[in-house]
């Protein structure tokens, strides 16, 4: 027999908004009652602050968490960043790797993110041969997640060439090697052998359109459908300037229009990134309803830009978030970095309401990464609840309905994801994720 479970809110941001003394009850990780109102009965678990609904990292590369406070003494831009992350990248095998995801996404599990898109393109050995499990790698991202408590989409990446120039696409060399496939036809072979599981959805990704040959993304697109017409694609798009100088340079149209052409843009597609586009790039995904994923951490870490995530929204594409490269494990932060960029590019304030940002924090996201059943506080849908404290020193005298605004992760105090708790008082089952957190990523720089 299924336990029941009651949760007694101080505050709940519940569909139409903040409600006082809200009773959540669960049974089985799914909502059945949502009483707001109400007294709190004995037994209750009682969850002070503000309570949301499971935070939801859309975007994730679990191991450039290594890389964090690694990488900020050199100057330089998104491209010579790159060389240290590829150094990280040469240095993993499927234990380092599940050791490294596992602290990180307890980390983000302490943040409140209930469910993680893990964007999966470090495949093979470093020399670019296959594994005997030729899904060793994602693996061990499956296993660290379940470790974690949190679930997981697997967005498994087709990565083919190493770069488009101005005289096309260049080979895959050194450490690229352990991300490609031979082809699409290959990819697909590999992706295959993934299958979902409790916990488990596996989606898939298209890198970007400088990593998949134009001949070879309608394959991607087909090999997806045909598996799974409703399965989560996601691809990087134009995240820098050169991208785009580059594919209108060998195939005369913006990478949204080129992913067009193999009706790469659906429901169910999630552009990341999507920095640096123009009026018809945006109306086009926004006449999709393709996500955007901002991740405003990583776009100032890199110096990408500011994305033009209003006028997205507003043209019909739905907003999620993503911490990328772990930047800092803060989804509260990235939702607050989502409005503050967008004060800073437009000279206004209030280009996000509080309601949009946790909608961008939670059902955005969840349902980008195939998890339609989570995000909301209501009958039916899984019980993912995050506690915010309202009495920190960021967070004190707050209103509850504008806390995305003001609360970090470090407020966040208890942690339910489908009914489990997770979190318990800002502590995680695994114990001290800092330290498993210090050893997995000294393990990985080690005779660097």
Same mark, same amino acid.
């Given at each position: 027999?299924?336990?029941?479970?009651?949760?007694?809110?101080?505050?709940?941001?519940?569909?139409?908004?903040?409600?006082?003394?809200?009773?959540?009850?669960?049974? &089985?990780?799914?909502?059945?009652?949502? =009483?707001?109102? *109400?007294?709190?009965?004995?037994?209750?678990?009682?969850?002070?602050?503000?309570?949301?609904?499971? #935070?939801?990292?859309?975007?994730?590369?679990?191991?450039?968490? *290594?890389? @964090?406070?690694?990488?900020?003494?050199?100057?330089?831009?998104?491209?010579?960043?790159?060389?240290?992350?590829?150094?990280?990248?040469?240095?993993?095998?499927?234990?380092?790797?599940?050791?490294?995801?596992?602290?990180?996404?307890?980390?983000?599990?302490?943040?409140?993110?209930?469910?993680?898109?893990? #964007?999966?393109?470090?495949?093979?050995?470093?020399?670019?041969?296959?594994?005997?499990?030729?899904?060793?790698?994602?693996?061990?991202?499956?296993?660290?997640?379940?470790? *974690?408590?949190?679930?997981?989409?697997?967005?498994?990446?087709?990565?083919? *060439?190493?770069?488009?120039?101005?005289?096309?696409?260049?080979?895959?060399?050194?450490?690229?090697?352990? #991300?490609?496939?031979?082809?699409?036809?290959?990819?697909?072979?590999?992706?295959?052998?993934?299958?979902?599981?409790?916990?488990?959805?596996?989606?898939?990704?298209?890198?970007?359109?400088?990593?998949?040959?134009?001949?070879?993304?309608?394959?991607?697109? =087909?090999?997806?459908?045909?598996?799974?017409?409703?399965?989560?694609?996601?691809?990087?798009?134009?995240?820098?300037?050169?991208?785009?100088?580059?594919?209108?340079?060998?195939?005369?149209?913006?990478?949204?229009?080129?992913?067009?052409?193999?009706?790469?843009?659906?429901?169910?597609? =999630?552009?990341?990134?999507? =920095?640096?586009?123009?009026?018809?790039?945006?109306?086009?995904?926004?006449?999709?309803?393709?996500?955007?994923?901002?991740?405003?951490?990583?776009?100032?870490?890199?110096?990408?830009?500011?994305?033009? #995530?209003?006028?997205?929204?507003?043209?019909?594409?739905?907003?999620?978030?993503?911490?990328?490269?772990?930047?800092?494990?803060?989804?509260?932060?990235?939702?607050?970095?989502?409005?503050?960029?967008? @004060?800073?590019?437009?000279?206004?304030?209030?280009?996000?309401?509080? &309601?949009?940002?946790?909608?961008?924090?939670?059902?955005?996201?969840?349902?980008?990464?195939?998890?339609?059943?989570?995000?909301?506080?209501?009958? &039916?849908?899984?019980?993912?609840?995050?506690?915010?404290?309202?009495?920190?020193?960021?967070?004190?005298?707050?209103?509850? &309905?504008?806390?995305?605004?003001?609360?970090?992760?470090?407020?966040?105090?208890?942690?339910?994801?489908?009914?489990?708790?997770?979190?318990?008082?800002?502590?995680?089952?695994?114990?001290?994720?800092?330290?498993?957190?210090?050893?997995?990523?000294?393990?990985?720089?080690?005779?660097?």
């Amino acid at each position: 027999m299924t336990s029941a479970t009651a949760y007694w809110c101080e505050h709940a941001w519940l569909p139409g908004g903040v409600e006082d003394r809200v009773r959540v009850e669960a049974v &089985g990780g799914t909502i059945t009652a949502v =009483t707001p109102g *109400a007294d709190p009965r004995p037994g209750d678990e009682r969850l002070a602050g503000v309570v949301l609904p499971g #935070f939801a990292d859309a975007h994730s590369h679990a191991f450039h968490r *290594a890389l @964090r406070g690694r990488t900020h003494d050199r100057g330089g831009t998104f491209w010579t960043w790159r060389d240290r992350m590829y150094a990280v990248a040469a240095r993993l095998d499927p234990d380092t790797y599940l050791a490294l995801a596992r602290a990180t996404y307890a980390e983000l599990a302490l943040a409140g993110v209930t469910a993680v898109g893990e #964007f999966h393109y470090l495949h093979h050995d470093p020399a670019g041969r296959p594994y005997a499990d030729p899904n060793a790698m994602a693996e061990a991202l499956v296993a660290a997640a379940g470790d *974690a408590g949190v679930r997981l989409t697997l967005l498994d990446a087709c990565y083919l *060439a190493g770069g488009l120039g101005p005289d096309g696409y260049l080979p895959l060399e050194g450490v690229q090697r352990r #991300f490609g496939d031979g082809d699409a036809d290959g990819w697909a072979r590999r992706h295959e052998l993934l299958k979902p599981r409790d916990g488990v959805r596996v989606g898939a990704a298209i890198h970007s359109v400088r990593a998949v040959p134009a001949d070879q993304l309608g394959d991607v697109v =087909t090999a997806v459908r045909s598996r799974d017409a409703g399965a989560s694609l996601h691809v990087h798009l134009s995240e820098q300037p050169a991208e785009n100088e580059a594919c209108l340079a060998v195939h005369g149209r913006t990478p949204a229009e080129l992913l067009a052409e193999v009706d790469a843009w659906r429901v169910f597609t =999630t552009a990341v990134h999507a =920095t640096h586009l123009t009026a018809s790039d945006v109306a086009l995904l926004g006449a999709s309803e393709a996500s955007v994923c901002a991740c405003p951490s990583t776009e100032a870490d890199l110096a990408d830009g500011i994305g033009p #995530f209003r006028a997205l929204r507003d043209a019909g594409s739905p907003l999620c978030l993503g911490s990328d490269q772990h930047v800092a494990a803060d989804l509260l932060g990235e939702a607050r970095l989502l409005e503050g960029y967008a @004060r800073l590019s437009s000279g206004e304030r209030g280009r996000f309401t509080p &309601g949009e940002l946790v909608e961008a924090l939670t059902a955005g996201g969840q349902r980008a990464l195939d998890w339609a059943d989570a995000g909301r506080i209501r009958y &039916g849908a899984r019980a993912d609840l995050v506690a915010v404290r309202l009495d920190s020193p960021r967070t004190a005298g707050v209103a509850p &309905g504008q806390a995305v605004l003001a609360a970090a992760a470090s407020d966040v105090t208890t942690v339910v994801v489908d009914g489990r708790v997770v979190v318990r008082d800002g502590q995680h089952p695994l114990g001290d994720v800092g330290r498993l957190l210090r050893e997995a990523i000294e393990t990985v720089w080690e005779g660097a």
